[in-house]
């Protein structure tokens, strides 16, 4: 593949020298006096299982005035910590995510005055369950002391720190791959290295939730996938 090629492909090579900017690093493409070199980009990626989850659970109450809907509120949701607490979660690991009032309004014609009719609170408490198979009795727990919020679930992986090591290896492969095979297109070989960067979006969630009342709510925390990207920069050497 001829570098004209390589360049409508998305590829970067390093050959011209422009006038340096006084931001340009030393031996950055365009600085004088720089080798030619060769850039590229790749990314890796690892699956891992979660062993962690976070629940959201949420009251939210109605009443005609904003102290009896709190009080509805504050019953349902003292409930539903004692349930949460005797599913085997510690209360230090609950807490409240959070804590709205607010009325609702009426409003018959556009020229008239909204009335307010009712208030609403919602009250919204932050579940972290360290092990997975403890989730679904915490939903079911939770909606049958009342609560009527399911805001979230989330799962995550307490240590992901090999998966993302197994993907950022994955993509320096990847780089250093095309970096070489690039030289050899171009009529050299690929010299040292001179800069390696990575940067990573985080865990996605690839994972699957039902929500059923007609049993034990079934739960399929699925995998996490550890993506990270590199950019490397390397000499081009020319010749054979």
Do not use: H
């Amino acid at each position: 593949m001829r570098a004209t090629e390589l360049l409508a492909a998305g590829f970067f090579l390093a050959v011209a020298c422009a006038p340096a900017m006084a931001q340009t690093p030393p031996g950055a493409p365009g600085t004088p006096g720089a080798p030619p070199q060769i850039v590229t980009s790749a990314s890796g990626d690892s699956r891992l299982a979660p062993d962690r989850a976070t629940v959201a659970v949420g009251v939210q109450t109605r009443a005609s005035t904003a102290a009896a809907a709190a009080r509805d509120n504050n019953a349902r949701q003292q409930a539903i910590l004692a349930a949460v607490t005797a599913a085997g979660i510690p209360r230090e690991q609950i807490s409240t995510e959070s804590y709205n009032v607010y009325p609702e309004t009426r409003q018959e014609r556009p020229d008239q005055t909204p009335t307010v009719v009712a208030y609403v609170v919602s009250n919204v408490v932050r579940v972290e369950v360290r092990k997975i198979d403890q989730v679904a009795a915490v939903i079911d727990a939770s909606l049958g002391k009342g609560a009527n919020q399911i805001n979230s679930l989330d799962f995550y992986a307490s240590n992901p720190d090999p998966a993302r090591q197994k993907a950022l290896a994955e993509a320096i492969g990847r780089a250093r791959s095309d970096a070489e095979a690039m030289a050899r297109a171009a009529g050299g070989r690929l010299g040292s290295l001179l800069e390696l960067s990575a940067a990573e979006p985080g865990p996605r969630p690839l994972m699957r939730v039902s929500m059923q009342r007609a049993a034990a709510t079934p739960i399929e925390p699925g995998e996490l996938t550890v993506q990270v990207s590199v950019t490397g920069r390397w000499q081009f050497v020319a010749g054979p």
